[in-house]
């Protein structure tokens, strides 16, 4: 087992002994085996590691989508492995925002309602100063004039950045990406971690896994994965 | 933009399918809608006439013979072998019954056919004051039911056709009829014929006390028909007894067969369509997994995905039954006016049972969906979206 010190004295995320183990066919693969890792507001953590190396399974774990075996997880101070569920969707809704390397927007929805799925959780329609909101984000990330296209209709680039700016949206306060520049040439990919960049600015956090070395270097701080453990 | 933009945005980008759905659905809705509204005026109908039948035993003259059509071609013309009955004996047998007071009209008949202006015309001989009885609905549109021996009262259909007036003569074998009065349009046989005093069709005709069949009326509340008929065939052994009422009822049972075919048709309908949208709704579950992921990923509860799908299945549902509803009201108009029943026939559109219609179509539906849609809320967020 290993631990990763405090880097920050109150840790707005914090992770201890995190295991999680498969089984695939029969046979279990335990993806961690007994990770720590905290994260404090404002922070900007990169997560990189061979492939299989447990980063997703990690990723998953913190960002409430993935339940580990054992293990404590507390944001804020709040225990989320006992959590409800009702719990985990609040956090989900609000505080919590995932990326993923593909985009993942909802096809048949334009940009703008994509970047809105958040509040149409109910009956409630979407309010003109949330609908604002959107479009302020948007246009954040330079999407001010694709608002109303499909995904289809869109760059992976200027998809990814739709997916950031749902983020935004609803004012995260935790990012999560998981290789967010994967897909992504170069270039594009550089304007999407300059996006990222900005963000621990603003108080929110970041934890990015990626194999983009140059990428990973843009974090305030880089943790390594191999075989499951933090090294 | 709320939770259902969701489902109905998803519903139209595979429009195909949508529309493939809703059209299932909708012919389902057509049929028994339609099917409810013909059937209760087809019903209603029946009814009316198994009331307003005066006459409801016939007794005629056995006949042994075989059909007197062959391959649609009707050979009425061509009978030679008419059988009769003895007018006196059988209104005397009948009218000697145990059951007496329950029969409250004997009406015998004799039916000849005549030339009028090389027109071949049915004239019935009846006994007016007994028809008159039987059948209540007539209704005299000129002149009079006949008082004097060579009156004839002549059936609407029958008029106009051989342009009959009031005081016309007919002639009748050695007499001569003269028109006393023509009766307004009656919606059966009468319509078609002429009718005259019984003893004046036998005198001109030579079939002196005959008569084809007698109708007679028996009062039918608590009717005991089936004992009259017994007693009737008893005191007229060789004569056909046939109670009129049978022949509605099975009309009417031929109306609840075809009733209850389409229904079923319907239902198999319906259910097909349930089954398609269960299916459907079932692979849509699998190509949508990222999607579900997405949404529980962001704090989209259990819940919601689930009522996602149900939404969606129910909208399609709710448009079916509100098209399906319509169409049918449309529908059973011509369905009507094809059967010959449009006229006097009122179908009420009910706004009430279009509601009802589609509210049980939504729930048809997403009661065909729940399985699928508990599917997709058991997906967890990680399985779906992490890309190993
Ligand atoms: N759902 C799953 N079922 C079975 N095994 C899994 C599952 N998810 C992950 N694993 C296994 O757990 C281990 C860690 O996988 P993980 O996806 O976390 O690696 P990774 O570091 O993200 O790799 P990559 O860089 O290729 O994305 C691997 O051996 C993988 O096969
Ligand atoms: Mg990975």
Aim: one cysteine or more; charged letters at 20%; a neutral charge.
């Amino acid at each position: 087992m290993s631990t990763t010190p405090l880097t920050s004295p109150s840790p707005i995320l914090e992770a201890v002994g995190l295991t999680k183990s498969f089984s695939q066919d029969g046979e279990p693969t335990q993806a961690l085996k007994g990770v720590s890792l905290s994260v404090a507001p404002g922070e900007f953590v990169s997560l990189v590691g061979r492939s299989g190396s447990g980063k997703s399974t990690m990723l998953s774990v913190l960002s409430t989508l993935l339940r580990p075996d054992a293990g404590t997880l507390a944001y804020k101070g709040q225990d989320l492995t006992t959590a409800t569920e009702a719990e985990v969707n609040a956090l989900r809704h609000g505080d919590f925002a995932v990326i993923f390397q593909f985009h993942y927007l909802l096809p048949y929805l334009t940009a703008l309602e994509n970047t809105l799925l958040p509040f149409m959780r109910g009956l409630r329609p979407v309010s003109a100063g949330q609908r604002q909101r959107a479009l302020e984000c948007l246009e954040r990330v330079g999407l001010a004039d694709k608002a109303h296209r499909l995904p289809g209709q869109l760059s992976g680039g200027e998809q990814q950045r739709v997916a950031i700016a749902r983020a935004l949206v609803k004012e995260a306060r935790v990012l999560f990406a998981d290789e967010p520049t994967g897909s992504l040439d170069s270039a594009t990919g550089a304007t999407v971690m300059e996006l990222l960049g900005q963000l621990p600015q603003e108080g929110m956090s970041v934890v990015m896994v990626t194999h983009n070395e140059d990428y990973a270097r843009l974090a305030g701080r880089m943790v390594r994965m191999e075989d499951g453990l933090v090294v | 933009m709320n939770i259902l933009t969701i489902a109905l945005r998803n519903a139209r980008k595979k429009w195909v399918r949508t529309l493939l759905l809703l059209l299932v659905f909708t012919l389902g809705v057509v049929s028994i809608v339609a099917l409810g509204f013909v059937s209760r005026v087809v019903g209603e109908g029946l009814e009316k006439k198994l009331v307003s039948y005066g006459a409801n035993i016939l007794v005629s003259p056995k006949s042994e013979k075989l059909t007197v059509s062959y391959g649609g071609f009707a050979l009425g013309d061509m009978l030679f072998d008419v059988s009769y009955l003895d007018e006196a004996s059988t209104v005397a047998k009948i009218d000697g019954i145990g059951l007496r007071q329950n029969i409250s009209v004997i009406a015998p008949k004799l039916v000849v056919m005549d030339r009028v202006k090389d027109t071949a015309v049915a004239v019935v001989g009846v006994r007016f004051e007994q028809e008159k009885l039987l059948k209540g609905y007539w209704l005299v549109e000129q002149g009079e039911v006949p008082t004097r021996p060579e009156g004839l009262l002549v059936g609407s259909a029958a008029a106009a056709k051989l342009g009959l007036k009031l005081g016309d003569a007919v002639p009748l074998g050695k007499h001569s009829l003269v028109v006393a009065g023509i009766l307004a349009p009656t919606g059966n046989e009468d319509d078609n014929v002429l009718l005259a005093h019984l003893a004046t069709v036998q005198q001109a005709t030579g079939r002196h006390g005959q008569a084809n069949f007698v109708e007679v009326a028996a009062l039918c509340s608590g009717c005991p028909i089936d004992d009259i008929v017994a007693q009737l065939a008893t005191g007229l052994p060789g004569v056909e007894i046939k109670t009129l009422r049978n022949i509605v009822e099975q009309r009417m049972y031929s109306v609840h067969f075809v009733k209850r075919l389409i229904l079923s048709v319907s239902l198999v309908i319906l259910l097909t369509g349930c089954s398609m949208v269960g299916i459907s709704m079932l692979s849509a579950v699998n190509e949508r997994k990222k999607e579900i992921g997405i949404l529980r990923s962001l704090g989209f509860s259990r819940q919601a995905v689930f009522s996602i799908f149900c939404a969606e299945a129910a909208s399609i549902g709710l448009l079916a039954g509100v098209v399906g509803y319509v169409a049918g009201y449309a529908v059973s108009f011509r369905i009507l006016a094809v059967l010959e029943l449009a006229e006097g026939a009122v179908i009420a559109f009910e706004p009430l049972h279009l509601l009802a219609t589609a509210l049980v179509l939504a729930l048809l539906t997403s009661l065909a969906s729940l399985f699928p849609a508990w599917k997709a809320a058991a997906i967890e967020p990680s399985e779906a979206l992490v890309t190993l």
